[in-house]
């Protein structure tokens, strides 16, 4: 499992998965905002950097 959440919420995301015993769970980390941006501009946001972390991600986890 990956989790995936904005950059200006990595602190936020970090800090409640240290409260439910996930702390261990990666993120992939994507460029803030995603939602009220055309939709062009967010497709640009996943880069590969993105692609990269939820597959890592999902190989640490053994899903891959």
Known sequence: MVG???????G??????????????PLAVVRHPVGGIARDEAEARIT?????AVI???????AA
């Open 48 to 52: 590969a950097g993105v692609v990269d």
């Open 56 to 62: 890592a991600g999902l190989q640490k986890d053994g």
């Open 12 to 25: 936020f995301a970090r800090e409640l998965l240290a409260q439910r015993n996930a702390g261990s769970l």
């Open 4 to 10: 995936l959440v904005t950059d200006a919420f990595v």
